[in-house]
């Protein structure tokens, strides 16, 4: 059941309470990627957002959503990057202080974009635990309010209206594909998305040095943060059991991706897209790459880098052929395979959505239907 602090009217509550604030971002086609794809893949650019991160839209609406009064020490997070700029930038345009709390490796470039919005940068120690006791301290010590950077119903509702404009683009859309660091992009969106368009599916992918959502996801316990190691350094965050809660309502599957293919991806973004996309934005497409699939047919899949979501649509695939590899990434719907094929589909999709290990079935070594009998090797 989804916890009822986020909602679809919360999510569009946070899209008045934003509106003119930020961007509504475009929505990116390329006809090599589809033919590569054998599909139709749409890429929603929240790397032309506000700060170049979806992140504008969840500070935007936390800070706004405060009374005057609340804000007098202004606002503490802490980030890897993108929420501190986004939360610094929201903080200026309110005229209050933004203190931002970052592990001492961050780039060069995520320090400086975050200074530049006004924000006043507090290194820690690279882990969780660190830029936690940290923020705390602040809070503490000013009386500055602190602001999640996803655990918190404002932000995961504002990241949640991307799924509101890509839904008046693209109403027919049957998949999702999102990154998830610490679930608030993939939360708000799912929230949003399933109530708008109940039949959609939505993949959650998260690197394979990453990956507590992904065991989460599949034991149906709350893991233990990881010991990330990865290069899309937005997803190093970890599920906190409000959007796990929300993953485990919504989303259909969560799938993991090595560091080669996120660098592939990255690479491959750049060179057709002609855009800038950041490894955390890369790491759903990513998933279409490392996990294969040949469809031969007028399928068609959408995907984002700089949120990196992937949403996929199918347009009466008759005579589709699908191989079964293509399940996480396209989803699939009935017409796009064959008949032995789908039931081995429904069941892996099925007992996902039920929280139980369908998809943990699936992995980098094939899938293993129901019956124990593994149908289609993965691609090397
Ligand atoms: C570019 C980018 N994509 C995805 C994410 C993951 O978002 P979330 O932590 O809400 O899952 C982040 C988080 O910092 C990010 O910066």
Not at 83 to 106: I, N, T
């Amino acid at each position: 059941m989804t916890p009822p602090d986020v909602t679809l009217q919360l999510i569009q509550a946070a899209r008045a309470r934003i509106d003119g604030k930020i961007r509504r971002t475009p929505i990116l086609e390329n006809a090599t990627l589809n033919a590569a794809a054998g599909a139709q893949l749409f890429f929603k650019c929240e790397n032309f957002q506000e700060v170049g991160a979806f992140k504008a839209r969840g500070a935007t609406n936390a800070v706004f959503s405060l009374a005057p009064e609340s804000l007098r020490a202004g606002v503490v997070t802490h980030s890897s990057g993108n929420h501190g700029a986004a939360l610094a930038r929201a903080a200026r345009l309110r005229g209050v202080r933004a203190q931002v709390v970052m592990p001492r490796h961050s780039s060069a470039a995520k320090l400086e974009a975050v200074r530049d919005m006004g924000g006043e940068v507090l290194l820690c120690a690279p882990t969780l635990a660190a830029r936690e006791a940290m923020a705390s301290q602040i809070v503490t010590d000013s009386g500055a309010v602190f602001i999640h950077p996803y655990d918190d119903p404002r932000v995961i509702a504002g990241q949640g209206t991307i799924a509101l404009e890509v839904l008046e683009d693209l109403p027919e859309l049957d998949w999702l594909l999102l990154p998830v660091g610490g679930g608030g992009l993939i939360s708000g969106v799912s929230v949003a998305a399933k109530a708008l368009r109940p039949a959609i599916r939505i993949v959650g992918v998260e690197p394979a040095g990453a990956d507590d959502a992904y065991r989460s996801f599949a034991s149906g316990t709350l893991a233990p943060p990881p010991q990330a190691n990865t290069i899309a350094d937005g997803l190093r965050g970890a599920l906190s059991a409000r959007t796990f809660e929300l993953i485990r309502t919504h989303v259909n599957a969560v799938v993991t991706v090595s560091e080669s293919a996120i660098v592939r991806a990255m690479r491959t973004l750049w060179e057709q897209l002609k855009i800038v996309v950041e490894a955390s934005s890369a790491v759903p497409y990513a998933a279409l790459l490392e996990v294969g699939w040949t469809c031969a047919a007028r399928a068609s899949v959408s995907c984002s880098p700089a949120v990196t979501s992937i949403w996929t649509r199918c347009r009466g695939l008759r005579h589709a052929r699908c191989e079964l590899r293509f399940l996480i990434a396209e989803g699939l719907t009935a017409h796009a395979v064959s008949a032995r094929v789908l039931g081995a589909v429904q069941r892996a999709v099925g007992s996902a959505q039920h929280g139980r290990d369908g998809i943990a079935a699936w992995d980098r070594s094939g899938y293993t239907d129901a019956d124990g009998q593994t149908t289609i090797p993965q691609p090397t």
